[in-house]
């Protein structure tokens, strides 16, 4: 089910996002990983434990979306972000 799919994970870069990410990547290898977060912090952090010669493939696949929940009530289109990978 999550082989080569896309999957967007909200409150990504929380205690969830550290155990369900890695794992999913090593299980499944989704085509991509869509990391939905609010605190930068927590973003660097999870970013840094790719980092490295051995995870530049694991990198493609992980993009972060800096965002709250609370922007689904205003009509937002493709041109008022992007998603950008790491």
Wanted: charge should be neutral.
């Amino acid at each position: 089910m999550l082989k080569n799919s896309t999957i967007l994970v909200t409150g990504g870069t929380g205690s969830f996002g550290h155990k369900f990410i890695p794992m999913t990547l090593e299980r499944y290898n989704p085509k991509k990983i869509i990391v939905f977060f609010r605190d930068e912090m927590n973003q660097w952090e999870m970013a840094n434990l790719f980092h490295g010669d051995d995870h530049q493939i694991i990198l493609a696949s992980i993009w972060f979306l800096k965002g709250d929940l609370y922007w689904i009530d205003v009509q937002l289109t493709k041109k008022d972000f992007s998603l950008n990978p790491i």
